[in-house]
């Protein structure tokens, strides 16, 4: 399930939430438990590793 970044109109609490796709309408503020509640764009990551990966041609 896809991890969503919400901020919330009435009090500006940022959060994010695990839930399934279609569901964005039931979210409400865990600080306020506002219905109004709007999806930010958010970044993922990819897992980067410590170690280099890059690889030589050799």
Known sequence: MPIY???CR???YRFE?????GTEHETTC???DSAEVQ???SS???GASSSS???SGG
């Open 44 to 46: 993922f990551s990819t």
């Open 17 to 21: 939430k695990v839930q399934k796709s």
């Open 10 to 12: 009435t009090c500006g």
């Open 30 to 32: 865990p600080n306020c």
């Open 5 to 7: 970044e919400y901020s």
């Open 53 to 55: 990966a890059c690889f």
């Open 39 to 41: 999806k930010e764009l």
